[in-house]
C-alpha cells in the first residue's frame, strides 16, 4: 500500500459546528503533517508529527487541533473555524527526505 | 533568509519541450524537489536530487541543479496535454524536515 488517504473529500461547515478530518497510511511512515493550501498558491505547513509525538506547530490558531493516535491515523479537529480558513487540508507523510501526499479536504466554511 | 523562486507561468506546445526553472537561496540545502500538481488534486512527487548531483533522469523527466548559481531546473521531454499542471519546487534545508516551496510554474500545453 503506497497511499496516503484522506476523508472526507469535501466538507462544508458552519462557524460553530465541530468537525474532523481524516488522514491514514500503511506505508510505516512515522514522520506525518498537516498542511493548509489556498488556491493556485503552495502549501503551508501547520503541524508535523514525529513517531506520533507533535514536533512542530508553525503558530496554528487554536481552533485546529491536531490528533494522531496511532502510527497509521492523523487526525485535524476542527472548531469554530473562520471563513478565511476555507481551504485544501493536505495531509502528507515522509519516508527519509521524501514526502508524500494524500489527496486533500476541500474545507469550505460558511 | 529561505526563499525559492519560480516564474509563475509557462505555455509549451504538445510535443515540444518544457523547462521549467528555480532558484533558491539557502546553500545548506540538502535536497530539492519538483511536486506536480493537477488541478483538484493533491501534490504529486515528481522527482528530488541529491545536492552533491548535478543531474537526475527519470524517463521523459531531466533534473538539473547548478549548486554555484543555486539554480534548478525541470525538463519534460515530448510534452503532453496530461503534463498540464503547477509544478512546485521546494528545498529541504535541515534535519528539520520542513520544505520551502515556491510559488508554483503554472504549465499550459497547447494541441
Known amino acids: 500500500d503506497t497511499e496516503v488517504t484522506q476523508t472526507p473529500k469535501h466538507l462544508v461547515m458552519g462557524m460553530t459546528n465541530k468537525k474532523s478530518l481524516k488522514c491514514e497510511q500503511h506505508?510505516?511512515?512515522?514522520?506525518m503533517y498537516w498542511y493548509k493550501q489556498k488556491a493556485k498558491k503552495p502549501p503551508e505547513l501547520m503541524f508535523v508529527y514525529s513517531y506520533e509525538k507533535l514536533s512542530i506547530n508553525e503558530s496554528v490558531p487554536s481552533r485546529f487541533s491536531p490528533e494522531c493516535p496511532n502510527s497509521s491515523l492523523l487526525n485535524l479537529h476542527l472548531h469554530a473555524l473562520q471563513p478565511e480558513d476555507s481551504a485544501l487540508y493536505l495531509c502528507?507523510?515522509?519516508?527519509?527526505?521524501?514526502?508524500?501526499f494524500g489527496p486533500g479536504t476541500r474545507l469550505t466554511v460558511l | 533568509g529561505e526563499d525559492v523562486e519560480q516564474s509563475l507561468f509557462l505555455s509549451v506546445r504538445e510535443g515540444d519541450s518544457s523547462v521549467i526553472n528555480c532558484t533558491y537561496t539557502d546553500s545548506s540545502s540538502t535536497y530539492l524537489y519538483w511536486y506536480k500538481q493537477e488541478p483538484g488534486a493533491g501534490l504529486q512527487l515528481l522527482t528530488y536530487?541529491?545536492?552533491n548531483m548535478d543531474m537526475k533522469q527519470d524517463q521523459r523527466l531531466t533534473v538539473l541543479l547548478n549548486k554555484k548559481d543555486k539554480h534548478l531546473s525541470l525538463r519534460i521531454a515530448d510534452t503532453q496535454t496530461g503534463d498540464s499542471a503547477i509544478y512546485f519546487c521546494?528545498?529541504?534545508?535541515?534535519?528539520?524536515?520542513?520544505?520551502?516551496w515556491g510559488l508554483g510554474t503554472s504549465l499550459a500545453v497547447n494541441p
Open positions: 521546494a528545498e529541504n534545508a535541515g534535519n528539520n524536515r520542513k520544505l520551502i
Open positions: 502528507a507523510t515522509a519516508k527519509g527526505f521524501e514526502q508524500f
Open positions: 536530487i541529491f545536492s
Open positions: 506505508m510505516g511512515h512515522r514522520a
